[in-house]
């Protein structure tokens, strides 16, 4: 079984190794703001699953310092290092517009940036952005990573996704039309409550016919805080085991094409607010179990920081 790395991505796009460092541009989501619901998806934390970014408190510009900080904490002896500036937490094309454009070039002047990576809702890409959007993707690689989840509609609806199907056939039709250098990324979990496993790989079949460029999978996992987890601890949902999970991602991989780029296999779920599944805190156990099960492939999981 073979497929497209991120990280040879990035090395055949740029020459070296990448890192991707995580940034707070302040932003919020249509399902916390109240514009569509409150609360935010059930699985999502406080952080709007950035929680390994910088403070927002502090300006892009120091943000990026200071994950480069981390960066060269792990990886002392590489020099000349390039960077992804990774908008990652919330919807990053959702507020005041202009400021999230000066906010993305500000991000773009930091040394070493390469490239811009940006989170957001198809819900959220007004034809204002659009324009902005193509403008970055003329002058910097622009990476967009759209929260689809899943195919299932009952079960985007339980998630509060708010938004249908159709939103994120438009948004990627949109994208295509007027951004068309911009490297599309499309996060699909599995796990979700209630689904079976044709489920998750519909969605996985859904999102290759709209057109993605790349793939995020990651399986569902409950952290502190959240309404899901209320609904794991009252016995209502159940998490995947890791066989289970990794099973699923090799049926998966057998489905992308060799020209999409599979950009993640397992997330990074913070130790201090994760709740199950437990087996998603040792990473290193999870790489290795699927070497074992496909010692064919090579397992390249992203971090938030590399």
């Not at 790395?5 to 989501?29: E, L, N, R, W």
């Not at 910088?54 to 390039?82: G, H, W, Y």
């Not at 890409?125 to 899943?150: A, P, V």
């Amino acid at each position: 079984m073979s497929y497209f790395s991120v990280s040879d991505f990035y090395k055949q796009k740029f020459g070296s190794k990448v890192y991707k460092i995580s940034i707070d541009a302040g932003c919020t989501c249509p399902t916390r703001d109240g514009s569509k619901s409150t609360g935010g998806c059930i699985f999502c934390s406080a952080a709007g699953s950035g929680d390994f970014a910088a403070s927002r408190t502090l300006s892009i510009s120091e943000q990026i310092e200071e994950a480069k900080k981390r960066v060269d904490s792990k990886f002392p002896k590489k020099q000349n290092k390039k960077y992804i500036a990774y908008f990652q937490n919330f919807t990053n094309t959702y507020g005041d517009e202009d400021a999230l454009y000066k906010k993305y070039m500000e991000a773009l002047s930091g040394q070493g940036v390469v490239g811009l990576a940006i989170a957001t809702r198809p819900d959220c890409i007004s034809d204002k952005m659009l324009n902005y959007l193509e403008k970055l993707s003329r002058i910097t690689y622009l990476q967009l990573e759209l929260g689809f989840q899943t195919s299932n509609e009952k079960t985007a609806g339980y998630i509060n996704r708010c938004y249908e199907n159709k939103v994120y056939d438009d948004a990627m039709a949109r994208l295509k039309k007027n951004v068309p250098a911009a490297h599309i990324v499309t996060h699909v979990i599995f796990g979700l409550p209630f689904e079976t496993e044709a489920d998750m790989l519909n969605s996985v079949d859904y999102v290759l016919q709209r057109g993605t460029d790349g793939i995020k999978f990651t399986v569902l996992y409950v952290l502190k805080g959240t309404k899901l987890e209320k609904d794991y601890c009252e016995g209502k949902v159940k998490v995947l085991e890791m066989e289970e999970y990794l099973e699923l991602v090799r049926k998966a991989l057998e489905k992308v094409p060799e020209d999409i780029v599979v950009h993640r296999f397992t997330g990074d779920p913070p130790k201090s607010l994760i709740i199950a599944p437990l087996w998603t805190t040792n990473k290193k156990l999870v790489l290795n179990s699927f070497k074992a099960l496909s010692p064919a492939s090579h397992f390249v999981a992203e971090h938030t920081d590399d």
